[in-house]
């Protein structure tokens, strides 16, 4: 005797636990062969049983089977077809879609750019080195500079004042200028 014939004495939860156990195999089976993937398969049964929760159990207790199949077959086709709009993307039409991401080119420039500033940072001294990459890399404030260095907040100050004078002084001005690659896109 199956779900079908057997009377409604159980709840709602009961019901759907008792055609999960004998229709979830099948169901997963038969979506596998229209989605042609075990995960997205248990994907389309689930949403199948959150349905069939979801329903009158007495509109559906009597042909549960087919009704089940039928979600089944319905949820695992509009998966296929929602897939099929989000890849096929013709050639020309993505050639024409602007990307958030830099041009190869400005990404080029870009690397070019910070290799010369950590260049000139490496001829720095090391303590202005240590504090501008803390401020600057890390975003440390003086005082938590001050902190992990044992400098005191003022010779933080000093230190940040005259080594990025000297980074100046080292870089090509256009270098500064540019140095912001959202601004050269």
Same mark, same amino acid.
């Given at each position: 005797?199956?779900?079908?014939?057997?009377?409604?004495?159980?709840?709602?939860?009961?019901?759907?636990?008792?055609?999960?156990?004998?229709?979830?195999?099948?169901?997963?089976?038969?979506?596998?062969?229209? #989605?042609?993937?075990?995960?997205?398969?248990?994907?389309?049964? $689930?949403?199948?049983? *959150? %349905? /069939?929760?979801? &329903?009158?159990?007495?509109?559906?207790?009597?042909?549960?089977?087919?009704?089940?199949?039928?979600?089944?077959?319905?949820?695992?086709?509009?998966?296929?077809?929602?897939?099929?709009?989000?890849?096929?993307?013709?050639?020309?039409?993505?050639?024409?879609?602007?990307?958030?991401?830099?041009?190869?080119?400005?990404?080029?420039?870009?690397?070019?750019?910070?290799?010369? #500033?950590?260049?000139?940072?490496?001829?720095?001294?090391?303590? $202005?080195?240590?504090? *501008? %990459? /803390?401020?600057? &890399?890390?975003?440390?404030?003086?005082?938590?500079?001050?902190?992990?260095?044992?400098?005191?907040?003022?010779?933080?100050?000093?230190?940040?004042?005259?080594?990025?004078?000297?980074?100046?002084?080292?870089?090509?001005?256009?270098?500064?200028?540019?140095?912001?690659?959202?601004?050269?896109?």
């Amino acid at each position: 005797m199956g779900l079908e014939e057997e009377d409604m004495v159980d709840t709602r939860d009961e019901f759907v636990e008792r055609a999960l156990e004998e229709f979830e195999g099948p169901l997963i089976g038969y979506a596998m062969g229209i #989605v042609k993937d075990l995960e997205r398969a248990r994907d389309v049964v $689930q949403d199948t049983f *959150i %349905r /069939l929760y979801q &329903q009158d159990r007495e509109k559906v207790s009597r042909g549960l089977k087919t009704w089940l199949f039928t979600v089944c077959r319905n949820r695992a086709l509009d998966i296929l077809r929602k897939e099929k709009r989000m890849v096929e993307l013709d050639d020309a039409v993505a050639l024409r879609i602007v990307s958030d991401e830099a041009d190869p080119g400005d990404a080029t420039d870009w690397d070019e750019r910070v290799a010369q #500033v950590m260049s000139a940072l490496d001829r720095l001294s090391g303590n $202005q080195r240590e504090v *501008i %990459r /803390l401020k600057f &890399q890390q975003g440390l404030s003086y005082k938590e500079i001050s902190d992990v260095t044992g400098l005191t907040s003022g010779n933080v100050g000093f230190l940040l004042h005259t080594g990025l004078n000297r980074l100046r002084s080292m870089l090509p001005d256009d270098l500064l200028d540019n140095l912001n690659p959202a601004k050269s896109i």
